[in-house]
């Protein structure tokens, strides 16, 4: 009987051959010329070819490069972050690293779906506006500075999937924490006043957003993602075109020299590396627009349930939250002491917190924090409390919003396949000695 | 398990110039790796041991999907073999992966069930997590 065969002992006897009857790839005299028929798997030799290539098969195959260590890695321009992935780059904010009110951007978090472009400069670069527009338009960066009124803006930023760790059974993704979230200061111009510009036609009913980072097969015609919001969104005036980043240039993993920054709602609608913006007259249907990516039921759905793609609806504003930033969870208060200032952030997609109370005794009793109003409409918001512990122990402090429309943060998040919109109540550890 | 080439007829054509562009796309990602990492490439093997298991399902995931991104990816899911197996398809339709040989993809599906099933929990990042704060757990374990 003729005994069959493994993939790993067809690389492992002759790689070249397998790759052949594998996936069709052909070697040229170059070693490149493993390129020129490359499928997928072919990424892994080409960055055995990019650099010095002198493994065997089939370690040759896997990129040493991505090895599975991301302890080493490191992004120029952040530090203190906890990531994720490298490939694509995914990291996030220790919630003491979100104290300030305007994060810095060393500490702002990092989602990207693809490959970021090579070229991040300014010069050169063109936004296009174009679809159900009057006039297709294209400006250079300091066209758009230029032409519209410049404004600044604290303005919350989350992932759709922060908190996506805390989900059980687990959800699929990215396993962020907390820490998906920024409130940064971001300068530009408005989107409305840029679709005005244009001349906004009757049948445009929603924004498409294109970008210029490119996907991870390596595949020109697929895109990593394109997102858009409905028309209303893009005319409110805190949907921005940005290319300041708390004064400074954008960080190039946070989408420079040009992205949006559409506030409340889900972060991958803030396209980065932006460069054209179309609208459109049906809900845009670009990639990570259908679902289940950044929809949820519109039903309560069993955890761990399949839920047809019917029955999904797309994001759209953040859900209330709150984040404790000081002190960083573990604390261990003085012998003797028992009072404890906390502090942190509230927030609400495309609402305003109007309570925020913090509890120590395991949500049995609350205390109101003091709560101040946002700076500019869609900054998150400052809290703090003063608490005193009644005895020594372990102490958990829990943190609850409340918002306008008297939605409160929950115990427990409701499950949706994919993870998104967990904004149960934060908690920190606190240890009170004696 | 066989591995036949007539089963991968239009390989060939599909996949066309893609790997120009992977060449490209990977160089770039190479820029971000500090030279410690970087350095990590001379060795002869690669620093993937912390892949649970062994076996063909192990060496197939290892090797393909960390062509496109990282294992880190993969190694934070908790999924029952049915949600491993839409994500393979979502993988397939979506994002570019070549169709695995049945076999392969069985092989596949077995190992990540086995390792990465619902009950693994998502905790393989870089570092503990700082303090989750979303779960049912403790934060500090007694002292």
């Given at each position: 009987?003729?005994?069959?065969?493994?993939l790993?002992e067809?690389y492992?006897q002759d790689p070249i051959?397998?790759d052949?009857?594998?996936f069709?790839?052909?070697?040229?005299?170059d070693?490149?010329?493993?390129l020129?028929?490359?499928g997928?798997?072919a990424?892994?030799?080409?960055?055995?070819?990019?650099?010095?290539?002198?493994?065997?098969m089939?370690?040759?195959?896997?990129?040493?490069?991505?090895?599975?260590?991301?302890?080493d890695?490191?992004?120029e321009?952040?530090?203190?972050?906890?990531?994720?992935?490298?490939?694509p780059?995914n990291a996030?904010?220790?919630?003491?690293?979100?104290?300030?009110?305007v994060?810095?951007?060393?500490?702002?978090?990092i989602r990207?779906?693809g490959?970021?472009p090579e070229?991040?400069s300014p010069?050169?670069?063109?936004?296009?506006?174009?679809?159900?527009?009057?006039?297709?338009?294209?400006f250079?960066?300091?066209?758009?500075?230029d032409?519209?009124?410049?404004?600044?803006l604290?303005?919350?930023?989350?992932?759709?999937?922060n908190?996506r760790?805390?989900?059980n059974p687990?959800?699929?993704?990215n396993q962020?924490t907390t820490?998906a979230?920024?409130?940064a200061e971001w300068?530009?111009v408005?989107?409305?006043?840029v679709?005005?510009a244009?001349?906004?036609?009757?049948?445009a009913i929603y924004?498409?957003?294109?970008g210029?980072?490119?996907?991870l097969s390596?595949d020109?015609?697929?895109?990593?993602?394109?997102?858009?919001v409905?028309?209303w969104k893009?005319?409110d005036?805190?949907?921005l075109?940005?290319?300041?980043?708390?004064g400074?240039?954008?960080?190039?993993?946070?989408?420079?020299?040009?992205?949006?920054?559409?506030?409340?709602?889900?972060?991958?609608?803030?396209?980065?590396?932006l460069?054209?913006?179309?609208?459109?007259d049906?809900v845009?249907?670009g990639?990570?627009?259908?679902a289940?990516?950044?929809s949820?039921?519109?039903?309560s759905v069993?955890?761990?349930?399949?839920?047809?793609?019917?029955?999904?609806?797309?994001?759209?504003s953040?859900?209330?939250?709150?984040?404790?930033?000081?002190?960083r969870?573990?604390?261990?208060?003085p012998?003797?002491?028992?009072?404890?200032r906390v502090?942190g952030?509230?927030?609400?997609g495309?609402?305003?917190?109007?309570?925020m109370?913090v509890s120590?005794d395991f949500?049995?009793?609350w205390?109101t924090?003091?709560?101040h109003?946002?700076?500019?409409p869609?900054?998150w918001q400052?809290?703090?409390?003063?608490?005193?512990?009644p005895t020594?122990?372990y102490y958990?402090?829990?943190?609850?919003?409340?918002?306008?429309?008297?939605e409160?943060?929950p115990?427990?998040?409701?499950?949706?396949?994919?993870?998104?919109?967990?904004?149960?109540?934060?908690?920190?550890?606190?240890m009170v000695p004696a | 398990?066989?591995?036949?080439?007539a089963?991968?007829?239009?390989?060939?054509?599909?996949t066309?110039?893609?790997?120009?562009?992977?060449a490209?796309?990977?160089?770039?990602?190479?820029?971000?790796?500090?030279?410690?990492t970087?350095?990590?490439?001379?060795?002869?093997?690669?620093?993937?041991?912390?892949?649970?298991?062994?076996g063909?399902?192990?060496?197939?995931?290892?090797?393909w999907c960390?062509a496109?991104h990282s294992?880190n990816?993969?190694?934070?899911q908790?999924?029952t073999?049915?949600r491993?197996?839409?994500?393979?398809v979502?993988?397939?339709?979506?994002?570019?992966?070549?169709?695995l040989?049945?076999?392969?993809r069985?092989?596949?599906l077995?190992y990540?069930?086995?390792?990465?099933?619902?009950?693994?929990?998502?905790d393989?990042?870089?570092?503990?997590p700082?303090?989750?704060?979303?779960g049912?757990?403790?934060?500090m374990p007694?002292?």
């Amino acid at each position: 009987m003729r005994k069959d065969r493994g993939l790993r002992e067809l690389y492992e006897q002759d790689p070249i051959a397998a790759d052949e009857a594998v996936f069709g790839r052909r070697t040229g005299p170059d070693r490149r010329g493993f390129l020129k028929g490359a499928g997928l798997a072919a990424m892994g030799l080409a960055i055995g070819g990019a650099i010095p290539f002198s493994r065997t098969m089939p370690a040759g195959l896997i990129p040493a490069a991505l090895a599975e260590s991301v302890e080493d890695f490191v992004i120029e321009g952040k530090n203190g972050l906890r990531v994720l992935n490298d490939k694509p780059v995914n990291a996030e904010t220790p919630p003491h690293l979100l104290d300030d009110d305007v994060t810095p951007i060393a500490h702002y978090f990092i989602r990207n779906n693809g490959v970021p472009p090579e070229s991040t400069s300014p010069q050169g670069w063109r936004l296009t506006v174009d679809g159900e527009v009057n006039e297709t338009l294209n400006f250079a960066i300091s066209e758009l500075a230029d032409r519209f009124e410049v404004v600044t803006l604290r303005l919350q930023h989350e992932c759709g999937g922060n908190g996506r760790a805390g989900f059980n059974p687990p959800a699929s993704g990215n396993q962020w924490t907390t820490g998906a979230i920024g409130n940064a200061e971001w300068t530009g111009v408005r989107m409305r006043d840029v679709l005005n510009a244009a001349g906004v036609k009757d049948s445009a009913i929603y924004t498409a957003h294109h970008g210029a980072d490119s996907h991870l097969s390596g595949d020109p015609d697929k895109v990593p993602i394109s997102r858009g919001v409905p028309i209303w969104k893009a005319m409110d005036p805190h949907t921005l075109i940005v290319w300041r980043m708390n004064g400074q240039d954008i960080h190039p993993m946070n989408g420079a020299p040009l992205r949006i920054l559409c506030p409340g709602w889900p972060g991958s609608t803030s396209q980065k590396w932006l460069t054209r913006i179309q609208l459109r007259d049906v809900v845009h249907d670009g990639t990570k627009m259908s679902a289940p990516s950044y929809s949820v039921p519109y039903h309560s759905v069993q955890p761990g349930a399949d839920v047809a793609e019917a029955d999904f609806k797309i994001i759209e504003s953040m859900p209330v939250k709150s984040l404790i930033t000081s002190p960083r969870s573990g604390h261990h208060l003085p012998t003797g002491h028992r009072k404890l200032r906390v502090r942190g952030h509230a927030w609400s997609g495309d609402d305003v917190v109007t309570k925020m109370e913090v509890s120590y005794d395991f949500g049995a009793t609350w205390v109101t924090a003091d709560l101040h109003a946002p700076p500019n409409p869609y900054s998150w918001q400052r809290w703090e409390a003063e608490l005193s512990f009644p005895t020594k122990g372990y102490y958990e402090i829990w943190a609850r919003a409340t918002n306008d429309r008297g939605e409160q943060q929950p115990f427990i998040p409701p499950w949706n396949p994919k993870g998104y919109l967990n904004n149960a109540m934060h908690r920190i550890a606190v240890m009170v000695p004696a | 398990m066989s591995m036949d080439a007539a089963r991968f007829p239009d390989r060939v054509g599909r996949t066309g110039k893609r790997g120009v562009v992977a060449a490209a796309v990977c160089a770039a990602a190479l820029v971000l790796l500090p030279p410690a990492t970087a350095s990590a490439q001379n060795d002869d093997t690669p620093a993937i041991e912390d892949m649970p298991g062994d076996g063909e399902g192990k060496w197939i995931v290892q090797s393909w999907c960390s062509a496109c991104h990282s294992l880190n990816i993969v190694k934070q899911q908790g999924m029952t073999r049915h949600r491993w197996d839409e994500t393979l398809v979502w993988m397939v339709n979506k994002q570019g992966m070549p169709d695995l040989p049945d076999d392969a993809r069985a092989t596949v599906l077995d190992y990540l069930a086995e390792h990465f099933g619902p009950d693994h929990r998502p905790d393989a990042t870089f570092g503990q997590p700082s303090s989750t704060g979303i779960g049912l757990q403790p934060l500090m374990p007694p002292q």
